[in-house]
């Protein structure tokens, strides 16, 4: 048996030996930042999750020095491995931050477009309806009377009949317009909602990286 005084010395030396030797045991089961993002933070929450079952597994066991040893170890690990999935999760919604803003640019460069196209619409149709009105619609009898003849009747009901079909085709491209006009305006709302929530959970993962770091100064 280790005399009283020299415990408190080996205790210590234990501990600290365990914090160095935690260091390369994780580091050789590291993960490569380099991969693929989304699976690297699968590869990085399998790892932990197998810590963490070596955590259960070592805490029902005989409490040895060598299994508490390996214990810290693991626990050290799952709080490196938290680091680093905090790191790739904000790498990751940085990216999707990025491309919604683009997004939003885009969406609302359409709508500027489709506004434009609306009100000039309205302003020509507008004046149609308006020069339709002062003219009036000829009644069938009308054109009819007014005709030299028949052929003259005929080429004067089809003028008239061209120009109700331009007239509604002419709304229907309006309605259209303003279909599309409404439905990017819901887009790009949607769109503004999601970049507030990805800061948000941005912000999280950071206050979280930081809570993991500060663990693992106190766990080393």
């Known amino acids: ?49 197998e ?12 409490k040895t020095l060598k299994n ?34 683009g997004d939003i640019g885009m969406v609302a460069g359409k709508i500027d477009v489709l506004g434009q196209t609306l009100a000039e619409q309205k302003q020509v149709f507008s004046a149609r309806a308006a ?24 080429n004067r009901l089809k003028y008239l009949q061209v120009f109700e079909t331009n007239d509604n085709k002419f709304l229907r491209q309006m309605e259209d317009t303003r279909k599309v ?3 990017q305006k819901i887009i790009l709302a949607d769109k503004k909602v999601q970049v507030e929530q990805i800061k948000a959970q941005i912000e999280a993962d950071k206050k979280s990286l930081e809570q993991y770091k500060s663990l693992l100064a106190k766990q080393r």
């Open 1 to 49: 048996m280790l005399p009283r005084i020299l415990r408190p010395k080996l205790l210590v030396t234990l501990f600290i030996l365990s914090a160095v030797i935690s260091v390369p045991l994780f580091l050789t089961h590291s993960i490569s930042l380099a991969e693929d993002p989304a699976q690297t933070l699968d590869a990085l929450q399998q790892k932990r999750f």
């Open 51 to 62: 810590y963490e079952n070596k955590i259960r597994d070592l805490q029902g066991k005989e």
């Open 68 to 101: 508490e040893i390996s214990l810290m170890d693991n626990k050290i690990n799952v709080t490196l491995t938290k680091i680093q999935e905090a790191e790739v999760a904000i790498k990751l919604r940085g990216e999707e931050l990025a491309r919604l803003s």
């Open 131 to 154: 020069a339709s009105y002062k003219s009036g619609r000829p009644s069938y009898l009308a054109l009819f009377l007014g005709s030299s003849n028949f052929s003259s009747f005929i």
């Open 181 to 183: 006009f409404q439905t």
